[in-house]
């Protein structure tokens, strides 16, 4: 894949490089609204982009500013459910470290494997499991980005999530630290399966995000990320749950991911 065709693309219409990425996960989008001086680029614009067709899930690239920070923001994400290579989904990952983002934050919506963990929570991932059964690093080592084994131990970076936890101390908002597996879905998971996760030491199970934080790490970027608890999986009850649903609960935690990611900013 040509990396720097989308790259010299980007530079010619993203004005200051940004130092932060952020992804924005399934009823997140909003969090663009709050950047200042916005450039919108559409991912159909984009050479090399794919476009995600998932309800809820805009497709543009917003450079702008927040908290006082150069920002891009990846509004919509591309899934390995929709068919999409892993190449390919996380591909605008190795297009940031090429344009110079230093920081990549990851948000998304999932599903609560904990009791502890209901709807509307945040949970700061602390460590996944993939459970994707394929990895973004497969096949030759694109060595002008990273090594060919690259450490995953500080994968989610142990200053960023000291700064998170303080930071919604500070505003008085619940953040409890989590293990976060992906599943390929698009099926939701059985109860089986959700009984055999909890038991493996996950909190919350999600669609997406691995990828993307194993590249942004081979990449050398650091990284944070939350997810935001829309349903109990169905090891605590049997009701079926829905994407409408999922979207329903996004909207309840939004407004305090917002408050936390924008004071991140001011700190990094
Ligand atoms: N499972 C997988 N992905 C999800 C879920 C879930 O329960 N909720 C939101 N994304």
């Known amino acids: 894949m040509d990396f720097n065709i989308a790259v010299q693309y980007l530079k010619q219409r993203c004005g200051a490089i940004p130092e932060t990425a952020i992804v924005l996960g399934s009823g997140l989008s909003t969090l663009a609204d709050l950047i200042e001086d916005k450039i919108i680029i559409?991912?159909?614009?984009?050479?090399?982009?794919?476009?995600?067709?998932?309800?809820?899930?805009?497709?543009n690239l917003i450079?702008?500013?927040?908290?006082?920070?150069?920002?891009?923001?990846?509004?919509?994400?591309?899934?390995?459910?929709?068919?999409?290579?892993?190449?390919?989904?996380?591909?605008?990952?190795?297009?940031?470290?090429?344009?110079?983002v230093k920081n990549y934050i990851a948000t998304n919506a999932a599903g609560s494997l904990n009791e502890t963990m209901t709807p509307g929570q945040i949970v700061l991932i602390k460590d996944h499991?993939?459970?994707l059964g394929?990895?973004?690093?497969?096949?030759?080592?694109?060595?002008?980005?990273?090594?060919?084994?690259?450490?995953?131990?500080?994968?989610?970076?142990y200053q960023l999530r000291e700064l998170a936890l303080k930071t919604a101390q500070e505003n008085a908002i619940s953040l409890k630290e989590g293990v976060y597996i992906a599943v390929s879905g698009?099926?939701?998971?059985?109860?089986?399966?959700?009984k055999m996760f909890a038991s493996w030491g996950a909190d919350v199970v999600g669609m997406s995000t691995v990828p993307g934080v194993i590249v942004a790490v081979h990449c050398g970027l650091k990284v944070l990320?939350?997810?935001?608890?829309?349903?109990?999986?169905?090891?605590?009850?049997?009701?079926?749950?829905?994407?409408?649903?999922?979207?329903?609960?996004?909207?309840l935690a939004k407004d305090n991911l917002e408050l936390i990611i924008s004071q991140i900013l001011k700190k990094i």
């Open 42 to 59: 559409p991912y159909k614009d984009i050479p090399g982009f794919v476009q995600s067709t998932v309800e809820g899930h805009s497709g």
């Open 63 to 100: 450079f702008g500013n927040l908290s006082g920070k150069r920002v891009v923001c990846q509004q919509g994400r591309f899934h390995y459910y929709e068919g999409w290579s892993l190449e390919q989904i996380t591909f605008p990952v190795r297009v940031f470290a090429l344009l110079g």
């Open 129 to 131: 499991i993939n459970h």
């Open 134 to 157: 394929v990895n973004p690093l497969r096949g030759v080592n694109l060595s002008e980005f990273g090594v060919r084994f690259p450490s995953l131990h500080d994968a989610y970076s």
């Open 186 to 194: 698009p099926s939701f998971e059985t109860k089986a399966e959700c």
């Open 225 to 251: 990320a939350f997810s935001v608890v829309t349903n109990m999986t169905n090891i605590f009850h049997s009701l079926e749950h829905t994407h409408e649903d999922v979207q329903k609960a996004a909207e």
